[in-house]
């Protein structure tokens, strides 16, 4: 039976331009043939070029999730008689905290108030009271929608003298990664999200005094050993066996953002976009409010508060009537909020190849839909 064609405003896996999808089609490789090491050497050429990556980073590409490059990072810099902090201001910055907890490592939260950025003063006292040797990092929350000043995060961590790991899951590719002022021990990012691609491969920028730090970790494991995935990188490799059908549309993707729209260009137009949603949110009150301040607010999706008259389940059902898969919020903050008796979220991508024609068309539709339910 077919499958019911849908626009994506999803905040990953994100909708595809065609060329992305037909870049599928091209031949498929050795994953250790000369060819392999040609199309790896355009993808990291490409993603330092996004990155703006200084030279005292190595890149690795280790298969599956952003959440897979997150517990390596994790699991390679964490020894067992570490003291972990993760820093949470909201969903993906717990995660970190079930890795920890799941690799029996010694941790403490650091939590903040959903939709609230980190606050460095509240960090630095922290810090100094708990002597911590790795610390977590969300850079942007996409559970809140929220973006956190990770120079001034890593700067505190490294100056009482731990190492910082910072999620750039749903930020990379779509604004500053920060990497040369921030200077974290690991930065983790993946597909799916702002690069515009199909999930399926994490991508670690790895500073050289993570790598003197794994050295000195015991049971780091195989596919979760940092030392093994920057090694393979410097030679143009893969570790373990890659998709090579991503890898394919990652040299074809990657090259068009640097070579084709621009990486500033890029950068400029997700936040445009989210200065669209913004206001287009805020001219309706009526049925939405912003859920994150100005100064805090992603570049790459926006949370809404939605009036309790609307239903999110009719929401999204009406959408797809339209034509589009959108979001209703992430199940477990609408869960606090709802218990709290808060106002449910949506969320708004405006990340990846959406660009402002299609963004106008899904709001146009979104209003109209949410005035219709409302009524």
Same mark, same amino acid.
């Given at each position: 039976?077919?499958?019911?064609?849908? #626009?994506?405003?999803?905040?990953?896996? %994100?909708?595809?331009?065609?060329? =992305?999808?037909? *870049?599928?089609?091209?031949?498929?490789?050795?994953?250790?043939?000369?060819?392999?090491?040609?199309?790896?050497?355009?993808?990291?050429?490409?993603?330092?070029?996004?990155?703006?990556?200084?030279?005292?980073?190595?890149?690795?590409?280790?298969?599956?999730?952003?959440?897979?490059?997150?517990?390596?990072?994790?699991?390679?810099?964490?020894?067992?008689?570490?003291?972990?902090?993760?820093?949470?201001?909201?969903?993906?910055?717990?995660?970190?905290?079930?890795?920890?907890?799941?690799?029996?490592?010694?941790?403490?939260?650091? @939590?903040? #108030?959903?939709?609230?950025?980190?606050?460095? @003063?509240?960090?630095?006292?922290?810090?100094?009271?708990?002597?911590?040797?790795?610390? %977590?990092?969300?850079?942007?929350?996409?559970?809140?929608?929220?973006?956190?000043?990770?120079?001034?995060?890593?700067?505190?961590?490294?100056? !009482?003298?731990?190492?910082?790991?910072?999620?750039?899951?749903?930020?990379?590719?779509?604004?500053?990664?920060?990497?040369?002022?921030?200077?974290?021990?690991?930065?983790? +990012?993946?597909?799916?999200?702002?690069?515009?691609?199909?999930?399926?491969?994490?991508?670690?920028?790895?500073?050289?005094?993570?790598?003197?730090?794994?050295?000195?970790?015991?049971?780091?494991?195989?596919?979760?050993?940092?030392?093994?995935?920057?090694?393979?990188?410097?030679?143009?490799?893969?570790?373990? +066996?890659?998709?090579?059908?991503?890898?394919?549309?990652?040299?074809?993707?990657?090259? +068009?953002?640097?070579?084709? #729209?621009?990486?500033?260009?890029?950068?400029?137009? !997700?936040?445009?976009?989210?200065?669209?949603?913004?206001?287009?949110? =805020?001219?309706?009150? @009526?049925?939405? #409010?912003?859920?994150? *301040?100005?100064?805090?607010?992603?570049?790459?999706?926006?949370?809404?508060?939605? @009036?309790?008259?609307?239903?999110? *389940?009719?929401?999204?059902?009406?959408?797809?009537?339209?034509?589009?898969?959108?979001?209703?919020?992430?199940?477990?903050?609408?869960?606090?909020?709802?218990?709290?008796?808060?106002?449910?979220?949506?969320?708004?991508?405006?990340?990846?190849?959406?660009?402002?024609?299609?963004?106008?068309?899904?709001?146009?539709?979104?209003?109209?839909?949410?005035?219709?339910?409302?009524?």
């Amino acid at each position: 039976m077919p499958r019911q064609a849908l #626009e994506l405003f999803i905040p990953g896996p %994100t909708w595809l331009r065609p060329e =992305t999808r037909q *870049a599928a089609l091209l031949p498929e490789f050795g994953h250790r043939d000369s060819q392999a090491r040609e199309v790896v050497s355009s993808i990291f050429d490409n993603l330092r070029a996004i990155a703006e990556l200084p030279d005292d980073y190595d890149i690795a590409l280790v298969n599956g999730s952003g959440s897979t490059g997150m517990e390596c990072a994790l699991r390679s810099l964490v020894a067992d008689d570490d003291r972990l902090l993760c820093v949470t201001v909201g969903v993906f910055g717990a995660l970190f905290h079930s890795m920890a907890i799941g690799n029996g490592k010694q941790v403490e939260r650091l @939590d903040f #108030e959903p939709g609230c950025s980190i606050d460095l @003063d509240v960090l630095e006292h922290t810090l100094r009271n708990g002597r911590f040797n790795v610390v %977590t990092l969300t850079h942007n929350e996409s559970s809140t929608g929220v973006v956190s000043d990770i120079v001034g995060a890593c700067r505190l961590i490294r100056a !009482h003298g731990a190492l910082p790991i910072v999620d750039g899951v749903s930020l990379f590719g779509g604004d500053h990664s920060r990497i040369a002022d921030a200077l974290p021990a690991v930065y983790a +990012t993946t597909t799916q999200k702002c690069l515009a691609l199909p999930a399926g491969q994490a991508i670690l920028f790895v500073h050289r005094d993570a790598l003197d730090k794994a050295a000195q970790v015991s049971n780091r494991g195989y596919t979760s050993d940092l030392l093994k995935h920057v090694e393979f990188g410097r030679d143009r490799q893969i570790m373990t +066996t890659p998709d090579t059908t991503l890898l394919n549309q990652m040299q074809v993707q990657l090259d +068009t953002i640097v070579h084709a #729209e621009g990486v500033l260009q890029r950068f400029a137009r !997700h936040r445009a976009m989210r200065t669209t949603v913004r206001d287009w949110a =805020t001219a309706r009150p @009526d049925r939405f #409010e912003l859920f994150v *301040a100005d100064a805090d607010a992603s570049p790459s999706l926006t949370t809404v508060s939605i @009036d309790p008259a609307l239903d999110p *389940a009719a929401l999204k059902a009406a959408m797809r009537e339209r034509g589009y898969l959108i979001d209703t919020g992430h199940k477990k903050l609408n869960d606090i909020l709802g218990a709290q008796s808060r106002r449910l979220l949506i969320r708004i991508p405006h990340m990846g190849d959406i660009g402002p024609a299609m963004l106008g068309r899904y709001l146009d539709a979104l209003d109209s839909e949410s005035a219709a339910l409302r009524r």
